[in-house]
């Protein structure tokens, strides 16, 4: 089960924080703090896996963006390496060539991809055509 | 009405917020806004609602607190708007989780908008209670989430399902409930709904084992079906990633089917034929092939055995740990651990791999393949393995090293074949990265020498060899002063060659350079420190010729800041210069080590008994009735560094000085002593290693033994627990110059002993200010259970005694008859003295020594003095 999902710039600014189990405010900046010192300096060649406490952070990074997610020591890395790129794809493709920029002025949308996306910390849709399709329903409510 | 497109002011914010040059401009610029953003809160403002929710999100998102919008979500959720509802759902995400009381007010919007009408607004709920449903919440409203599984819209029954999996996590109560709608999920062809409602099945496998065998029983077959279809399914635009089929139902598809499979053979034989296709057909030049593959290996080595599959997947394994990818052999390391269960011999093949990996740049990796060697190594391996590591522990990273010191010392210590080999090996390790060595491992390695009595001599030098050019490594140092302290002149005599060494001519004056350096060296701390200086003193009585330069390097730490090593020197150096007769017995070498009670305490089953030694000399008032609690081996044992150090090392001095004679105590001493009687240190100390019967341990005797080989010296001990007495009220401050006090009090004064004959010494029996009792026994021929003993009495005062009486007390096993005593009065100052013969009978003669409790009572001046004792420290054969 995906514990949380951090979205952070090289500097370590977070554009995006969802979290599925329940953390204090303190607690959520410490594990944004740590997380990015994790994965920030690491080389591209190194595994896209960190241990970080009693779980591990799958990570990858997009131009100066990188997409975290954490999850239990158990479950399959590749696959939420696979995750975190049809993540990506999505926003790349709602947002038509996505940048740092979309995300921040955005951020509400990209919660709401993500809660098509994932929920309960787990993979709800796999379909990138079906989360796009649906997104454009939601917008025309709006 | 649009917050977002109409009025422009979220964008504004988000815009001034990232002009702002430093955290300053940026901090007030939110507080300005949240002052806003509460007084539209205050006004109950309603058009901007929204929009001020947004703004408090992204602040939250900066990592501001946001809490005063809590409310704010609420009443946006309770509004009729799905735009309104949508901020407020997502707020209540973002700012609230489930332990906020607030939520409890949100159960019956949630309930109301699980029957909505609008699907979407549907949707928006089983969103939210999805990632925020507390207990009570699952409980409330886990009957509608169980009808929305049937609803006419598979993204309501995607998402129903997913809330499922967070009710029945958080009451596992409600789970059967689920059983039968997620097994009709299973069936569906919608991905989204398939694929979470798999995930629902595993789930509730996890919390019900009635779920568990449901759906092993019912869909079993159909699971295997549809993981069929879909690995078969040909090329699907939606769902294709590299050229699979949505590989992420792949995936949820064999965990479901491991955990049905595992522990059943007949679900395990239903999948065989599909786990071996997907394992053979399923390429792996992607890493979404590799995903899927890697969920398929585990699900072998869980199910059932076949043992074509496990063939199948460890070859998979090996494939994937020589991939030039570093995130599969991270994952391929990972399931070898797991293969281990199954199949070690598979593994070890890989060995060589392994280790390689263990020397990879990538920390992740390292972890990963150290973890996985330490579980390879075994007797036969162990020698080629451990060489490995240590070579790489030369120039593997300073953080991995922690780490690999830890798996190395534990490996040479499980697996060591021979005392000399784990002797080299700690060697090795310690000159590499002493400085990461744990306490307890230095510790083990000392007593394992300390148990090696043929190697002492090939360890020191050993030791001093290494600690010529490692002299940063503190726990090197440690040891190796220790070592040269102990076994000093075997370092310089060159005892006990063995075969492989090379000569080495070491003088008595290198010995002593060595334990200088540590000693003078600014980063050593404390306990190196101590430790060397005890080496010194000992050195100084095994190299006379260096004894005045030793006592030169002790002198000037006379004056060292920290209070433990000065008053060590003070008193080394009084030892040194005054006692010359008792110096060679106070630094014998110590006995051998006990191995068993060491690890016992390893282990945690003794108490950690150093800290009754170690505070003894703090505790002067009281510390003489402290029943010994602690076995001899315990005192004597190296670990005191596991209480503060600055008591520690003295603690392990005194025991060391006193430990090796204090064998004729050995009589039960846990009936304490009365207060007043003797409260000096030294007594103190004395009747704490004294040992309960009950408690001898093997270690007893090794010390037993090597003192009889000292008799002399131990006559002279004993002497020294019965000088002067301090005042019970004494401070520690004043310990130090107690201390001294007894020494110097004793120097001058050999013991007469020759005139008692060499059978039994005399014995300074009781001594206060005021009073000395002396001992003198003789046995009656064949007669070895009764004792004589002529006890003599003599006045440290200048006053006279009269009406003096002496009384003894004696336990169930000795019997005692006391004769009249010469006189009823005690002239003063020595001049003249009163004698009183005893006769005991030991009825345990050569089991239990004596012990005898004594109350001298006399009048002085007319005033009435009462003195008690207790003698613990009779000789031992008596």
Known sequence: MIRFILLQNRQGKTRLAKYYVPLEDSEKHKVEYEVHRLVVNRDPKFTNFVEFRTHKVIYRRYAGLFFSLCVDITDNELAYLECIHLFVEILDHFFSNVCELDLVFNFHKVYLILDEFILAGELQETSKKAIIERMGELEKLE | ?878
């Open chain 2, 1 to 878: 009405m649009n917050p977002f497109s109409s009025g422009t002011r979220l964008r504004d914010m988000i815009r001034a917020i990232r002009a702002c040059k430093t955290a300053a401009e940026e901090r007030a610029v939110v507080r300005k806004e949240c002052a806003a953003i509460r007084a539209a809160i205050n006004e109950n403002d309603q058009d901007y609602r929204h929009r001020n929710l947004a703004k408090l999100m992204f602040i939250q998102m900066l990592g501001y607190p946001t809490h005063f919008g809590q409310m704010e979500c609420l009443k946006l959720i309770a509004s009729s708007g799905f735009p309104e509802k949508r901020i407020g759902y997502l707020g209540l995400m973002l700012l609230l989780d489930e332990r906020q009381e607030v939520l409890m007010l949100v159960t019956n919007s949630l309930k109301q908008d699980l029957n909505h009408s609008n699907q979407y607004i549907v949707g928006l709920a089983l969103c939210a209670l999805g990632n925020i449903c507390s207990a009570e919440m699952a409980r409330d409203l886990a009957p509608e989430v169980e009808r929305l599984l049937q609803f006419r819209d598979p993204n309501i029954r995607k998402k129903a399902a997913l809330c499922s999996i967070r009710i029945i996590k958080k009451v596992p109560d409600l789970a059967e409930n689920f059983i039968n709608p997620a097994a009709s999920l299973l069936k569906e062809k919608h991905h989204g709904v398939l694929i979470t409602g798999v995930q629902l099945c595993t789930d509730l496998c996890k919390v019900s084992s009635e779920a568990l065998e449901y759906f092993r029983k019912k869909c079993t077959d159909g699971l295997v079906k549809t993981l069929r279809d879909i690995a078969n399914s040909p090329y699907a635009p939606e769902y294709d990633i590299a050229g699979i089929t949505d590989p992420f139902l792949h995936i949820r598809l064999l965990k479901l089917l491991r955990i049905l499979g595992q522990g059943d053979a007949d679900a395990s034989d239903c999948m065989n034929d599909i786990l071996a296709q997907v394992a053979t057909k399923t390429e792996s030049n992607k890493n979404a092939g590799n995903a899927i593959l890697y969920e398929c290996v585990e699900t072998i080595m869980s199910i059932e055995d076949n043992g074509g599959l496990r063939v199948l997947a460890i070859n998979i394994l090996g494939r994937f740990l020589s991939n030039r990818d570093n995130n599969i052999r991270y994952v391929a390391l990972n399931m070898l651990m797991k293969a281990m269960m199954v199949d070690a011999q598979a593994v070890q093949r890989h060995r060589a791999t392994i280790l390689e990996c263990v020397k990879d740049s990538d920390a992740s990796i390292q972890k990963r393949a150290l973890e996985l060697v330490y579980l390879l190594v075994n007797e036969n391996n162990v020698k080629p393995l451990t060489k490995e590591l240590i070579e790489y522990l030369e120039v593997s990273d300073q953080e991995f090293k922690g780490d690999l010191t830890a798996k190395i010392c534990s490996l040479v210590e499980k697996f060591s074949p021979e005392k000399i080999w784990y002797i080299d090996q700690m060697l090795k390790v310690l000159s590499e990265a002493g400085n990461f060595v744990k306490d307890e491992v230095w510790h083990a390695l000392i007593v394992v020498i300390s148990n090696a009595t043929d190697l002492h001599g090939y360890t020191v030098r050993a030791l001093y060899r290494a600690v010529q050019t490692s002299t940063e490594q503190e726990t090197l140092v440690r040891v190796a002063v220790w070592c040269i302290g102990e076994y000093g002149d075997m370092l310089v005599n060159d005892v006990g060659m063995l075969d492989i060494e090379d000569p080495i001519t070491v003088t008595e004056s290198d010995a002593v350079d060595a334990t200088e350096v540590a000693i003078k060296r600014h980063s050593s701390d404390l306990t190196t420190k101590a430790m060397a200086l005890i080496a010194l003193l000992k050195l100084s009585s095994r190299f006379p010729s260096c004894s005045e330069r030793i006592r030169d390097i002790i002198v000037q730490n006379k004056g060292n800041l920290v209070l433990e090593l000065q008053q060590r020197s003070i008193e080394f150096n009084c030892i040194l210069q005054k006692h010359q007769n008792i110096r060679s017995a106070l630094v014998e070498r110590m006995p051998v080590l006990d191995e068993a009670t060491f690890s016992g305490r390893r282990a945690g089953s003794l108490p950690a008994a150093v800290s009754t030694s170690t505070g003894a000399p703090r505790n002067l008032p009281n510390g003489i009735a402290k029943p010994a609690a602690a076995p001899i081996a315990d005192l004597l044992d190296l670990s005191s560094d596991d209480v503060p150090a600055p008591s520690s090392s003295g603690g392990d001095f005194l025991q060391d000085l006193l430990g090796v004679d204090l064998s004729p105590a050995s009589a039960p001493s846990g009936t304490s002593q009365p207060p007043k009687a003797g409260t000096d240190v030294l007594l103190d100390l004395l009747s704490l290693g004294t040992l309960p019967p009950a408690q001898s341990s093997s270690s007893t005797s090794d010390i037993l033994s090597s003192s009889q080989d000292n008799k002399a010296p131990l006559a002279n001990l004993n002497g020294l627990s019965s000088l002067p007495s301090l005042s019970p009220n004494a401070t520690s401050p004043a310990s130090a110059a107690s201390m001294m006090d007894l020494l110097d009090g004793f120097g001058p004064s050999p013991q007469n002993h020759e005139e008692n004959g060499p059978a039994y010494p005399s014995l300074v029996a009781y001594e206060s200010s005021s009073l000395r009792m002396t001992f003198n026994f003789s046995k009656q021929p064949g007669n070895p259970q009764t004792t004589l003993i002529q006890a003599t009495f003599t006045n440290l005062s200048p006053n006279v005694y009269n009406d003096f009486l002496f009384q003894a007390a004696v336990p169930k096993f000795l019997q005692l008859h006391l004769d009249p005593a010469s006189s009823n009065t005690l002239p003063a100052s020595g001049n003249g003295s009163i004698t009183q013969n005893l006769k005991v009978t030991n009825s345990q003669h050569g089991k239990k020594s004596l012990v005898m409790r004594i109350r001298i009572a006399y009048k002085m001046k007319n005033k009435e003095v009462l003195e008690e004792g207790q003698i613990s420290n009779f000789p031992r054969d008596l």
